[in-house]
């Protein structure tokens, strides 16, 4: 009633910024956390996996590589789905993929049958959430978008908090098998928060104005939508973040997965060595909501990119200072500054790249940088742990990692200073925190009309949802720009 359903933003649907947001919000939250955390999480069973299938470590740790493999390396196909059926119906069947392969992994035979079932099914149900809820989020928040971003991201280090204990629990009374069992029945919830992905509605128009734009729809059909949009790599700001995003995520992931064995190679028992990834996550947590109230400051938010780089610098410097800890206080200091600089990396990270390519071309943007994001992925942390068995120092483990995660800021940055020209002065740069993507189109159809209804209109230029107070200046800028949008689709 009111509106035609959509799900892919069309001109004139303003982003809410609140209302039906927030539920998106928590439906954001939840995925994002069994997406980053459950390859973690289910490393609590590889002990028992190890003397039920006598195998090594080594085998066991191909189940995380693989889930992470999947949640990274799918997004191309996750972002055709969504531009052909949209995002609820992709996330519902993915929630019941993620369930499904847990479900049948707790029956597994060999080891064999875990990668497939807990690696490949699960990982590409857990990816078929992910993406679409950060697409939806995009869709729904504008002006709060850091802010929402930061307060989805915490969803990582609240579900580690609450999956790793969750897991050592179910092991301890129910086994390995029917600890899987219990995961998949709860990995069902996807399916509940993807059916919070309500698609926006076209406002309902006065029928006045019904009457008078249809030649105006007529004369101007709506382009076919792209399942795969490839003219991101035209703008030299996603290249240049996409190829600092791949370096970044060579050394980003190192830390977490060394500093419990750093303390161990220290001489410390493991329950006070298991603590300092229970501090990072701790740390982590308050960090990433705290990061979007300050991306989106209105000094702050046109130079989220400066933030950004910021951010890495810090984590890639705290990595190479942390491997000179010598005791257990200094790998307390060195998780409490990683987990701030972690956090802020999670949570400004899919915020520059909205900030980048925009709301319509964000869906393919994400599955593209995801890809490439996969192959640094599978390579990093193999990587540091033959740097680990040719030299047995976890100082030069995470020395490597801070150089990784230090040159990509500095490609970022150079790369942002050198090769991206300014376009847009700064009114320019004002209208785009207040106008997204799908308005400037609105409005651009909306300016045909205008002489034939100059006289109904609002002399502030209030009128359906959009921008008030807009001058003659400032309209003309938008107009060009919806243009050059248009001539470059």
């Known amino acids: 009633m009111g509106g035609a359903v959509v799900d892919d933003m069309p001109p004139g649907v303003k982003a809410p910024d609140g209302g039906w ?5 928590v439906g954001c939250f939840v995925i994002t956390g069994f997406s980053y955390a459950f390859p973690k ?12 299938f006598d195998v090594g470590y080594s085998d066991t740790a191909w189940i995380s590589s693989i889930l992470l493999a999947m949640l990274y390396g799918t997004g191309p196909l996750c972002s055709v789905l969504v531009n052909k059926f949209g995002c609820r119906p992709v996330m519902m069947v993915g929630g019941l993929f993620a369930s499904l392969g847990m479900i049948l992994a707790s029956f597994a035979t060999s080891i064999i049958h875990i990668y497939f079932c807990t690696g490949v099914i699960t990982g590409l149900g857990l990816a078929l959430n992910f993406q679409p809820s950060l697409i939806m989020l995009n869709r729904y928040f504008s002006e709060k978008r850091p802010l929402a971003n930061g307060l989805a991201a915490a969803g990582s280090p609240v579900a580690l908090c609450c999956l790793s204990p969750l897991g050592q629990i179910l092991q301890y009374h129910y086994g390995w098998r029917g600890g899987f069992l219990i995961l998949g029945g709860m990995l069902l919830n996807c399916c509940a928060c993807g059916a919070l992905m309500r698609p926006l509605l076209i406002p309902k128009r006065p029928q006045e104005l019904d009457k008078s734009t249809p030649r ?3 004369k101007k059909p709506q382009p076919k939508k792209k399942l795969l949009d490839f003219s991101v790599f035209k703008d030299r700001g996603f290249v240049i973040y996409t190829i600092a995003a791949s370096i970044m995520v060579l050394g980003l992931f190192v830390p977490p997965v060394f500093v419990v064995n750093y ?8 329950t006070k060595s298991a603590l300092l990834l229970t501090i990072l996550g701790f ?9 979007g109230l300050i991306a989106g400051m209105k000094v702050v938010r046109p130079r989220s990119v400066y933030l950004f780089c910021f951010a890495i610098i810090f984590n890639g410097c705290t990595d190479i200072i942390g491997s000179q800890a010598k005791d257990y206080g200094g790998l307390v200091v060195f998780c409490i500054f990683f987990g701030m600089s972690y956090g802020m990396v999670g949570a400004l990270q899919f915020e520059v790249l909205m900030a980048l390519v925009g709301t319509e071309k964000f869906s393919s943007a994400i599955g593209l940088v995801l890809l490439m994001e996969a192959m640094a992925v599978l390579v990093g942390p193999p990587g540091a742990g033959l740097l680990l068995d040719a030299t047995h120092q976890y100082m030069y483990v995470f020395l490597l990692a801070g150089c990784e995660v230090t ?3 500095v490609v970022i940055t150079l790369g942002n200073f050198l090769c991206i020209k300014r376009k847009r002065p700064d009114l320019e740069d004002k209208l785009e925190m207040a106008v997204t993507a799908a308005e400037k189109e609105g409005l651009n159809c909306g300016a045909e009309g205008e002489d034939d209804n ?28 919806g243009k050059e949008g248009r001539k470059e689709e």
């Open 21 to 25: 947001g927030w539920a998106v919000l």
């Open 454 to 481: 100059e006289g109904e209109k609002d002399p502030k230029g209030k009128e359906n949802g959009n921008i008030g107070a807009v001058n003659a200046e400032e309209m003309m800028i938008v107009e060009e720009m």
């Open 407 to 409: 040159l990509s800021a």
């Open 283 to 291: 740390v982590d947590m308050f960090a990433r909501p705290a990061s």
């Open 41 to 52: 999480a289910v490393s609590v069973f590889f002990k028992e996996l190890i003397r039920e």
């Open 216 to 218: 105006a729809a007529e």
């Open 263 to 270: 303390a161990k190679g220290l001489g410390y028992e493991d």
